[in-house]
């Protein structure tokens, strides 16, 4: 993994950090505590359940950033795609992008694109025959 997909070294102090860092290290030993200081992370490990032994970034394994995502804009928007109302589970098509403000769903209406990302879903593969569809969110992955 490299440095650019790990997860942040500045750590709020209110966070445990199993939430950043691996609960073994690259050797495989287990991590009893971590802690970042400067940007850096220290962790003291159980090296073969016998010796304790004060451990740096080097054998550390860092947790990725989770991903994030964003509505949509009015680019992005994947016209002629179904979503489904997380509320209700009704299905429906994406008619067109209303720029700059939000899209037409048939049966739906008009929504914003803040209320299509929060209400509803994007089927990513259509279901045939009882294969149920999977989907995901109505926006873009960062």
Partial sequence: MSNTEQA????PPAKDWREF????????DKLLEASCFDGQWYGLAE??????RYSVT??????????????WTPDEVPVGCVVKCKANG??????????????WIAGAGWKTYRNIYDNYL????????STPGSYGVCGVEE
């Fill in 122 to 129: 994007l089927e990513l593969t259509r279901p045939s025959g």
């Fill in 8 to 11: 942040t070294t500045t750590t």
């Fill in 47 to 52: 090296h073969h359940e016998t010796d304790i």
């Fill in 21 to 28: 860092v691996e609960e073994r290290t690259t050797t495989g």
């Fill in 90 to 103: 009704v299905k429906a098509v994406i008619l067109c992008s209303d720029d700059p403000a939000g899209v």
């Fill in 58 to 71: 080097s054998i550390l394994i860092l947790k990725p950033k989770p991903k994030t995502t964003r509505p």
